[in-house]
């Protein structure tokens, strides 16, 4: 069948048919399959060698820890020649790592990277598990659900010692809770509306 012939709803059973996609729908439009995560590298060499989803626009992570498998991890793909994106989901726990999909796409090295230094996932077949954003001492993974707000370390520059320096956090002031309530919003009448409403003058 050639592409401009396939519906949606021809191309969502097709892909919901394809070894390895556990669920297929559509989601505003966009298709979204979920993929187990050992067959995620065919499933996704497929997509892009049988549907034309030829690049890879992102991968991020997503972290719910109250599920046992508590991270996604989302592939959003396009397809330039028919003009179409598609979402693979991912699911996967602390320890078992996701097939890399760098060597279908050079470009998704960095995203995985990204991904494995804010959330820990790590990829197997991933040559370089190097922290992108956080800095190379930098302990956990920052956008995980249980790191702490405040961190473990901050780092300052010392001038006695004329260094970067890297301390444990010192909070200057309890945490506090915060009322952003306006006090203009919270007033119902200001003084002289009541001339406005037909009051007593």
Aim: proline share 4%.
């Amino acid at each position: 069948m050639a592409d401009e012939d396939m519906t949606p709803d021809l191309e969502l059973d097709a892909v919901a048919a394809l070894p390895g996609v556990t669920a297929a729908r559509r989601e505003l439009g966009e298709l979204v399959v979920e993929v187990a995560r050992d067959a995620a590298r065919d499933v996704f060499v497929r997509l892009r060698d049988e549907f034309a989803f030829e690049q890879v626009m992102d991968i991020c992570g997503v972290d719910y820890p109250q599920r046992r498998q508590r991270f996604d991890v989302v592939y959003n793909l396009l397809s330039v020649t028919r003009n179409r994106r598609i979402r693979g989901i991912v699911q996967t726990d602390d320890t078992a790592p996701v097939q890399s999909v760098s060597s279908i796409w050079p470009c998704a090295t960095w995203w995985e990277r990204e991904v494995w230094d804010l959330f820990g996932v790590s990829f197997e077949g991933l040559t370089d598990h190097r922290r992108i954003l956080s800095d190379y001492n930098f302990e956990g993974h920052a956008l995980r659900k249980d790191f702490p707000l405040t961190g473990y370390v901050e780092v300052h520059y010392d001038d006695e010692r004329k260094a970067v320096v890297y301390d444990k956090v010192r909070l200057t002031q309890e945490f506090r809770n915060f009322d952003f309530l306006s006090p203009w919003e919270g007033m119902t009448m200001l003084p002289g509306d009541e001339k406005a409403r037909g009051g007593a003058q």
